[in-house]
T-cell receptor
Framework: NAGVTQTPKFQVLKTGQSMTLQCAQD?????MSWYRQDPGMGLRLIHY???????DQGEVPNGYNVSRSTTEDFPLRLLSAAPSQTSVYFC??????????????FGPGTRLTVT | AQSVTQLDSQVPVFEEAPVELRCNYS??????LFWYVQYPNQGLQLLLK??????LVKGINGFEAEFNKSQTSFHLRKPSVHISDTAEYFC????????????FGKGTLLTVNP
């Protein structure tokens, strides 16, 4: 298993540009989520999904969109990038079946800089 | 809403010394508790978790944590640290039945010096 994969690893955007951060998992996990990590702030939840076709907002959703058309993929879209969105973005997934273990598996992250 | 406080942002220790990283949480309902580790330029990896049962939880790499409900704490300990334990450590909480949403503390940078 590749686990949770994220692309790209690094990205530089200009203010106002849009882009999609890709996240995929091959563990057949129902639950997927996106976090951003900023120095001294820990990780904050942006959006999450409990299954294909179901998404919901987390703590800091403004400026981001998500969709979940398949179990495997959970892309994060930045509609109009702003310098405040400069951060490291992590995707995570978790098994939420009959006997969940509540462990979240994290991808390697995408480092985004908005100039 | 739940919250997590990691009481130390940085903890420097010498190799082979014991270490304790402190974590307190607040919640009005039952929670599950976790410690994750992040090595430089990597994603997060689960160290250990408390779901139920024994309040002393053992994890990977010789770490353990104790759930104290009355103190609302979940401190992480290791009796003897190695240089390779240098990393950032995050305490996290999720409410039982909350769709797995994790609330993280701000992290503790553990630096192990020779």
């Amino acid at each position: 298993n590749a686990g949770v994969t994220q692309t790209p690893k690094f990205q530089v955007l200009k203010t106002g540009q849009s882009m999609t951060l890709q996240c995929a998992q091959d563990m057949n996990h129902e639950y997927m989520s996106w976090y951003r990590q900023d120095p001294g702030m820990g990780l904050r939840l942006i959006h999450y999904s409990v299954g294909a076709g179901i998404t919901d907002q987390g703590e800091v959703p403004n400026g981001y969109n998500v969709s979940r058309s398949t179990t495997e993929d959970f892309p994060l879209r930045l509609l109009s990038a702003a310098p405040s969105q400069t951060s490291v973005y992590f995707c995570a997934s978790s098994y939420s079946g009959a006997v969940p273990n509540y462990e979240q598996y994290f991808g390697p992250g995408t480092r985004l800089t908005v100039t | 809403a739940q919250s997590v406080t990691q009481l130390d942002s940085q903890v420097p220790v010498f190799e082979e010394a014991p270490v304790e990283l402190r974590c307190n949480y607040s919640s009005s309902v039952s929670v599950y508790l976790f410690w994750y580790v992040q090595y430089p330029n990597q994603g997060l990896q689960l160290l250990l978790k408390y779901l139920s049962g024994s309040t002393l939880v053992k994890g990977i790499n010789g770490f353990e944590a104790e759930f104290n409900k009355s103190q609302t704490s979940f401190h992480l300990r290791k009796p003897s640290v190695h240089i390779s334990d240098t990393a950032e450590y995050f305490c996290a909480v999720t409410l039982k039945g909350s769709n797995y949403k994790l609330t993280f503390g701000k992290g503790t940078l553990l630096t192990v010096n020779p």
